[in-house]
Every structure is written in structure tokens, then in C-alpha cells.
């Protein structure tokens, strides 16, 4: 099947009748992106010496293992 053929081109290019979009503020999703990031901080801070204690250990074992 040619390209002129294919059902799935489009015959004619539309136009579009909505204007286009440029930044702007949305004060309401700046207050959602920062209290997901303060909720994350509260949620992994105390986790964070935890965390670091697992990576320790797993470094520490994987150089006794790779001899």
C-alpha cells in the first residue's frame, strides 16, 4: 500500500481554533509540589540513619565476599 493510499495519513491539515498556551503561576500546584516535599522529608529523615547503617553493612559485605 502507498503512502497515498494509507487511511491512517490525513488528507488535509486542520487548523487549530484555540489559541496557544504560555506559562503562568498556578499557586495551587506549588502548595501540592512543596507539601509533598516537606511530607517526603518528615517521612525520610528519621529513616536516614537507617538507611545509611544498611548500605554500610551491605558495602562492608560484599568486599568480604568478593575475595
Not at 13 to 33: A, Q, S, Y
Request: no cysteine; proline share 9%.
Amino acid at each position: 500500500m502507498s503512502d497515498a493510499e494509507d487511511p491512517s495519513l490525513p488528507k488535509k491539515v486542520l487548523r487549530t481554533v484555540t489559541p496557544g498556551t504560555r506559562g503562568h503561576k498556578d499557586p495551587g500546584m506549588d502548595v501540592i509540589g512543596w507539601s509533598m516535599l516537606v511530607g517526603m522529608l518528615v517521612l525520610l529523615v528519621p529513616l536516614l540513619p537507617f538507611i545509611v547503617i544498611v548500605w554500610l553493612i551491605t558495602k562492608v559485605l560484599d568486599r568480604f565476599s568478593g575475595e
